[in-house]
């Protein structure tokens, strides 16, 4: 049976909450209340909803990519804290309420985030699938590898610390801060799904790789264009904290054109599934529209 885009999208956030309901736990009252906070306030759910359209795609049972979606969500999440505090962005809103900190100080707010992180990696050890100890093994390297010095985190020390005055420093910058995260959660589908087509594979990393930018592009002009009433961020933050972003580099015109570009580019890489993609395309399609 061929199963649509909004059925996945429903599915991601259905999942992934419920697992989350079960095992966000601490020792501590605050900090529990604090994680729970941070994962459980909403949020697109855009990196599950990859996991799981990859698996879906590739054969892999929703049981063996509950780990693998819920693991990408909670180093997302983590991320968003941390890159809301003072000493980062300084937002205050987030996801149309007090960003972590704000709702409990920023020592908790840190912890939270230094708590959700390795729940992340426990839930791929751990959770109760046909997942082989080879392949969890797989999956924990990709996401250290995406989400640290090399990936996520290297991608916000650059934004913190370089100028960024040409779209090449730019374009690395995001690949790291966004892509990387967005290619994992892809990665993350294929290696559960326990298939060998490297073809495929490079396809898809491809694919989302081009998603990555245009989702990061996309979100400098809601920064711009957006309130806090319709993306739940503080309108003009970028500005305020004197980012050099897309729009500031090259217009508002012309991001719009390169969104367009990269979109397109993402449909191309597809051409290897043929009509087994569709779910790919409607993501592009779903993505241009996004005005959160
Ligand atoms: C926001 O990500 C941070 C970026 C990488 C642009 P999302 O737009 O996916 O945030 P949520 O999870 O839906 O709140
Ligand atoms: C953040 O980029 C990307 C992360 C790795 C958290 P932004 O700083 O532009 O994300 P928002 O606009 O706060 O969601
Ligand atoms: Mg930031
Ligand atoms: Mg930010
Ligand atoms: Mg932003």
Redesign the pocket.
Known sequence: MTRSLDYFIKLSSERTERLFEKTIKSSAPALQEAMRYAVLN??????PLLVYITGGTLGASLENLDAAACAI?LI??Y??IH?DLPAMDNADF??GKPSCHKAYGEATAILAGDALQPLAFELIATHPCTLTAEQRLQMIALLSKASGGEGMAAGQALDLSIPMTSLESLNRMYQL??GA?LVASIELGFLSAGTSHEKIRQSLVRYAECIGLA??LQ?DLLDVEGSLAST?KPAHLDATNQKITYPTLIGIEKTRQTIQTLLADALRSLTCLGEKGYLFHELADFLLQRN?
């Open positions: 909403g949020g697109k759910r855009l990196r969500e997302h999440a991320s968003l890159d987030r996801r801060k966004t995260l989702f990061q979100d739940g959160h």
